[in-house]
C-alpha cells in the first residue's frame, strides 16, 4: 500500500504546496532573467564606452571631419532604405511602406543583446499591419538568410584583392562565394527554413515568390556595399587607403561574420577582430578599429533619425485605422457577393 500510494502521487494533480511553489519560482526565474540581460546589457555599453576612448587616444583626440561623417550617414541611409525596400517585397501586399518603416523601426533592437529582439520587433509589427504570424517569421528567416548569401558574395572581390593570403584560401573564397549565388533560388532557400526550429513545420506555400527574392537579395547586396563602402571614407580620415576594394571587402566579410553570430549584438567585438585578421598591415591595428567604433557611431545616429522619422506610420492609433478600414472593406466585398 505504502508503495502504491507513492506512485499515485506522483501522477496526481500538483497540490496547494506546489502550486505556491510553482508561483513563487516563475517571477523568480524572470527576475534573474532580466538582471541578466542587464548585466549583459551593461557589459556591452563598458566595451562600447572603452572603445570609444581607445578610438579616441588612437586618433590623438581626431574625429572624422563633418563632411566624412554626413556622406557615410547619407551612404548608411541609401542602405537602410534598400534593406527596407528588401522586406516589403518578400512581404508584398499594399503595406509596403508600412512595412519598409517597420524595418527602420526595428533595427535599433540589434543593440540588445541576444540577437531576437530585432526580428521580433519587425515581425510583430508586420502582424499589425496585417501579415500572419507564421508569414512573417518565415519572411524574417527568408531576409536574414539572403542577407547571409549576399555579404558571402563579397568573397569574390576578397580573393581577388588580398594579396596576402594564400592561394588556396583566396580559390576557395572566389568558388565559395560565387556558389552560393545558386541559393537565391526558392527552392534551395526551403531547405534550411526546414532547419530553423521556429520555422521548420511552415508550408513552403509562405514562402516568398523566386521574382520579390531576386529583388530583396539585391536590396541587401546594396545595403552591406553602402555599409562597406562608408566603412572606407570613414577609415580614410586617419590616412590614405592604398586598396579600396580590400576594404570593401573585407569590411562585407567582417560584417556578415557579425551577422551570423546571433548571440553578440550587432556583432560588437566579432567584426573588429575580421577586420584587424585581414587588413593587418594594412593600417595600424588601433586605426582599424577607431573607424570602425566611429563607423558605428555614424550608423546607430543615422538609424535613431530613420527610426524616429518612420515611427509616425505605425503609431497604434493609425494601424488600427488601417485596419479598420481593411476589415470594413472585406464586410463590404462579402456583402456584394452575397447580395
Known amino acids: 500500500m505504502p508503495a502504491f500510494r507513492s506512485k499515485r502521487s506522483l501522477t496526481s494533480a500538483p497540490g496547494p504546496t506546489d502550486l505556491r511553489l510553482a508561483a513563487v519560482t516563475a517571477p523568480s526565474a524572470r527576475i534573474v532573467l532580466r538582471v541578466a540581460v542587464s ?13 570609444l576612448v581607445k578610438a579616441w587616444q588612437a586618433t590623438d583626440g581626431e574625429f572624422p571631419p563633418v563632411w566624412r561623417a554626413l556622406v557615410t550617414a547619407g551612404l548608411w541611409t541609401v542602405g537602410l532604405i534598400a534593406l527596407a525596400f528588401a522586406w516589403s ?8 511602406v508600412d512595412h519598409g518603416a517597420a524595418v527602420l523601426v526595428a533595427q535599433l533592437g540589434k543593440y540588445v543583446p541576444g ?8 515581425v510583430a509589427l508586420a502582424r499589425s499591419a496585417g501579415v500572419p504570424l507564421r508569414r512573417g517569421a518565415v519572411t524574417f528567416s527568408v531576409l536574414a538568410i539572403l ?3 549576399s555579404g558571402c558574395v563579397f568573397a569574390v572581390a576578397l580573393a581577388g584583392a588580398w594579396s596576402d593570403a ?15 549565388l545558386a541559393f537565391v ?4 532557400i526551403v531547405c534550411p527554413l526546414h532547419k530553423i526550429p521556429r520555422t521548420r513545420d511552415a508550408s513552403s506555400e509562405i514562402v516568398p515568390a523566386q521574382g520579390p527574392m531576386v529583388l530583396a537579395f539585391g536590396g541587401c547586396f546594396v545595403t552591406l556595399l553602402c555599409a ?7 577609415l580614410a580620415s586617419f590616412g590614405s587607403v592604398s586598396n579600396p576594394t580590400l576594404v570593401v571587402a573585407a569590411y562585407a566579410a567582417a560584417w556578415t561574420v557579425g551577422f551570423i553570430a546571433v548571440p553578440v549584438p550587432a556583432g560588437v567585438g566579432v567584426r573588429e577582430a575580421i577586420l584587424l585578421t585581414i587588413l593587418h598591415g594594412s593600417s595600424p591595428a588601433s586605426v582599424l578599429v577607431a573607424a570602425s567604433v566611429y563607423h558605428r557611431l555614424i550608423s546607430v545616429a543615422t538609424e535613431g533619425a530613420l527610426a524616429a522619422g518612420a515611427s509616425h ?15 470594413g472593406t472585406q464586410s463590404d466585398t462579402q456583402h456584394q457577393e452575397s447580395g
Open 147 to 149: 542577407q547571409a548569401i
Open 228 to 234: 562597406s563602402v562608408g566603412y572606407v571614407v570613414v
Open 115 to 122: 540577437g531576437v529582439w530585432q526580428a521580433t520587433g519587425q
Open 39 to 51: 548585466v549583459f546589457v551593461a557589459l556591452v555599453v563598458a566595451f562600447f564606452a572603452l572603445a
Open 166 to 180: 594564400s592561394a588556396a584560401v583566396r580559390l576557395l573564397l572566389a568558388v565559395g562565394g560565387a556558389a552560393l
Open 89 to 96: 517585397m518578400l512581404l508584398g501586399g499594399d503595406r509596403r
Open 185 to 188: 533560388d526558392r527552392r534551395w
Open 313 to 327: 506610420r505605425l503609431r497604434p492609433s493609425r494601424m488600427r485605422a488601417h485596419a479598420g478600414d481593411g476589415a
